[in-house]
């Protein structure tokens, strides 16, 4: 089984930072794509950020500039670092991986149980 944990979802105030990571576990042989969702009440869930294997990254043009997505590979471990935060950016926050279980396979879509943001203005 595959599993993917977050961690790092606070209170925060208007204008702060904080920081989400997200670990995978489990039978895993490769990581392609991982990323942040979020999903605010109401609202369906978006995306927030994503970073390939490689590096590469692309983010939701409300928090370019403010957020950077990073990943250590051999940790399977991604990260949110999130800045000057707003009112706006409260939600729950999912990772998410594209995650080959063996060399042979298809990569799956697997979620994480999410972490609650919280700025207060």
């Known amino acids: 089984q595959v599993q993917l944990v977050e961690s790092g979802g606070d209170l925060v105030q208007s204008g702060g930072s904080l920081s989400v990571s997200c670990v995978a576990s489990?039978?895993?042989?490769?990581?392609?794509?991982m990323g942040w969702y979020r999903q605010a009440p109401g609202k369906e869930r978006e995306l927030v950020a994503r970073?390939?294997?490689?590096?590469?990254?692309n983010y939701a043009d409300s928090v370019k500039g403010r957020f950077t997505i990073s990943r250590d590979n051999a940790k399977k471990l991604v990260t949110l670092q999130m800045n000057r935060l707003n009112p706006e950016d409260t939600a729950v926050y999912y990772c998410?991986?594209?995650?080959?279980?063996?060399?042979?396979?298809?990569?799956?879509?697997?979620w994480g149980q999410g972490t609650q943001v919280t700025v207060s203005s």
């Open positions: 998410n991986a594209e995650i080959l279980q063996t060399t042979w396979d298809l990569a799956r879509n697997y």
């Open positions: 970073i390939t294997s490689g590096g590469e990254t």
């Open positions: 489990g039978r895993i042989a490769s990581i392609r794509n």
